[in-house]
């Protein structure tokens, strides 16, 4: 339908709108989170949906303490190698539609922990991360921002086509293969359907910057 | 109570064990007490519950690893070289290390004192790693031994729970040992460098990567 005609019709009180936005607003209006964090993150986590951040204003506002009954997932904190097949059996658990916050440095990456011998290089090695936020650790605002940037995804998805959602789609996963514990590392170390390392040319790394080389 | 005092209270009181002190140069000055394993459960039951030294508080067990060093010491020596005598340098080479050790700090709640600093060495590094728990005294040492026994690999005997507290059951390493190698999972590294750099440089090369 033509926005200026739905715009004209809604001034005369006349709401039209489609399936695909009444869906859409359906979902990201009540995202629900699972009850669950790490680290510290966990803690401005928490501060983002008390009274003063209130992400309840965004539709967010009841954590649910069981993977069954949430939609999202707000990996908050530093992921061990030791808890990230739990993390990943969590993810398993929540049904379709689900989404993933990577929250803070250490989720994506590891942060400053990255070179520890129990650390995780991120979660996005298991699952699809659909929101990174930075930070050691983010503030309540960028938790927002990232709630935000989530609800526009959601709002900007097609019921139909090639580029719909995976839980459209019965060709797409909705379940990760799960980490075992190995002899020295997590077995496999990483999903390769979910995760490809960025390619990153070290060749140039490390050389003197100073210019004189 | 100084260390030397404490140390001819134990001999007095625990016959047969062997103490040594072991000198802390730093402007710290807290010299430790090296005591033999096989003895080291009745002198730390002495120092616990003896009447003047009442060390009723363990606030920290940590391990260190000592791996095989080999230091030359260069020291001049008159030589007669040709029916001349000269000054010529000796190297000598001796062997250091090659043990775990786990370090207690003990203090006295009672008589205001500490820290006693106590430290237990074992034969080896591969499988004579047997230390005496104490863990039956101080409660307190019960995660720590735990930790050092995860992490170092040291055995303590007498433990009553001795499993491995932060790695998973099944993991053979230990990885605060200064041989520990971590595993190669070096495919992204946004800014490497150092040995950083070195380790993502081989896992490319190995991969066949840029």
């Given at each position: 339908?033509?926005?200026?005609?739905?715009s004209?019709?809604?001034?005369?009180?006349?709401?039209?709108?489609?399936?695909?936005?009444?869906?859409?607003?359906?979902?990201?209006?009540?995202?629900?989170?699972?009850?669950?964090?790490?680290a510290?993150?966990?803690?401005?986590?928490?501060?983002?949906?008390?009274?003063?951040?209130?992400?309840?204003?965004?539709?967010?506002?009841?954590?649910?303490?069981?993977?069954?009954?949430?939609?999202?997932?707000?990996?908050?904190?530093?992921?061990?190698k030791?808890?990230?097949?739990?993390?990943?059996?969590?993810?398993?658990?929540?049904?379709?539609?689900?989404?993933?916050?990577?929250?803070?440095?250490?989720?994506?990456?590891?942060?400053?922990?990255?070179?520890?011998?129990?650390?995780?290089?991120?979660?996005?090695?298991?699952?699809?991360?659909?929101?990174?936020?930075?930070?050691?650790?983010?503030?309540?605002?960028?938790?927002?921002?990232?709630?935000?940037?989530?609800?526009?995804?959601?709002?900007?998805?097609?019921?139909?086509?090639?580029?719909?959602?995976?839980h459209?789609?019965?060709?797409?996963?909705?379940?990760?293969v799960?980490?075992?514990?190995?002899?020295?590392?997590?077995?496999?170390?990483?999903?390769?359907?979910?995760?490809?390392?960025?390619?990153?040319?070290?060749?140039?790394?490390?050389?003197?910057?100073?210019?004189?080389? | 109570?100084?260390?030397?005092?404490?140390?001819?209270?134990?001999?007095?009181?625990?016959?047969?064990?062997?103490?040594?002190?072991?000198?802390?140069?730093?402007?710290s000055?807290?010299?430790?007490?090296?005591?033999?394993?096989?003895?080291?459960?009745?002198?730390?039951?002495?120092?616990?519950?003896?009447?003047?030294?009442?060390?009723?508080?363990?606030?920290?067990?940590?391990?260190?690893?000592?791996?095989?060093?080999?230091?030359?010491?260069?020291?001049?020596?008159?030589?007669?070289?040709?029916?001349?005598?000269?000054?010529v340098?000796?190297?000598?080479?001796?062997?250091?290390?090659?043990?775990?050790?786990?370090?207690?700090?003990?203090?006295?709640?009672?008589?205001?004192?500490?820290?006693?600093?106590?430290?237990?060495?074992?034969?080896?590094r591969?499988?004579?790693?047997?230390?005496?728990?104490?863990?039956?005294?101080?409660?307190?040492?019960?995660?720590q031994?735990?930790?050092?026994?995860?992490?170092?690999?040291?055995?303590?005997?007498?433990?009553?729970?001795?499993?491995?507290?932060?790695?998973?059951?099944?993991?053979?390493?230990h990885?605060?040992?200064?041989?520990?190698?971590d595993p190669?999972?070096?495919?992204?590294?946004?800014?490497?460098?150092?040995?950083?750099?070195?380790?993502?440089?081989?896992?490319?090369?190995?991969?066949?990567?840029?």
């Open positions: 339908m033509d926005e200026q005609l739905k004209e019709l809604s001034r005369q009180g006349v709401v039209a709108t489609s399936l695909q936005e009444l869906y859409n607003w359906g979902r990201k209006s009540s995202l629900w989170p699972l009850n669950f964090g790490l510290c993150c966990a803690i401005e986590m928490i501060a983002t949906t008390m009274a003063r951040y209130d992400l309840a204003r965004f539709g967010a506002e009841v954590f649910r303490p069981s993977p069954r009954q949430a939609d999202l997932m707000i990996v908050a904190g530093t992921v061990t030791k808890m990230a097949p739990q993390v990943v059996r969590l993810y398993n658990q929540m049904p379709e539609p689900k989404y993933v916050i990577s929250m803070g440095a250490c989720a994506i990456s590891g942060g400053p922990f990255k070179q520890g011998y129990n650390v995780l290089k991120g979660i996005d090695r298991y699952i699809p991360v659909d929101v990174y936020i930075p930070g050691c650790p983010p503030r309540p605002e960028a938790l927002i921002d990232a709630f935000l940037m989530l609800q526009k995804k959601i709002d900007e998805q097609y019921l139909t086509g090639p580029n719909r959602p995976r459209l789609n019965a060709d797409m996963p909705s379940e990760f799960v980490p075992e514990f190995g002899e020295h590392d997590l077995e496999p170390t990483q999903n390769r359907d979910v995760w490809k390392a960025p390619l990153v040319n070290i060749s140039i790394a490390g050389k003197n910057d100073s210019g004189s080389d | 109570m100084t260390l030397e005092a404490i140390k001819s209270e134990i001999e007095a009181n625990v016959p047969g064990c062997q103490l040594e002190i072991i000198p802390n140069t730093s402007p000055a807290q010299h430790s007490l090296l005591v033999d394993p096989a003895h080291a459960l009745t002198v730390a039951s002495f120092l616990r519950d003896g009447a003047t030294v009442r060390l009723d508080y363990c606030s920290n067990v940590t391990g260190i690893d000592w791996p095989v060093k080999e230091v030359s010491t260069k020291t001049k020596v008159k030589k007669i070289v040709d029916g001349v005598e000269k000054d340098d000796e190297v000598v080479k001796t062997q250091t290390g090659g043990y775990l050790e786990v370090v207690y700090h003990l203090y006295s709640m009672e008589q205001r004192q500490g820290p006693v600093i106590l430290r237990m060495r074992t034969e080896d591969a499988d004579r790693v047997h230390l005496p728990s104490f863990t039956p005294l101080w409660r307190s040492a019960d995660f031994e735990r930790e050092i026994f995860d992490l170092f690999g040291v055995i303590f005997d007498g433990h009553p729970d001795l499993r491995r507290l932060l790695m998973w059951e099944g993991f053979v390493d990885p605060m040992r200064r041989d520990y190698v190669d999972d070096y495919e992204y590294e946004p800014t490497p460098h150092n040995e950083v750099l070195k380790r993502a440089r081989e896992h490319q090369s190995a991969e066949g990567g840029l």
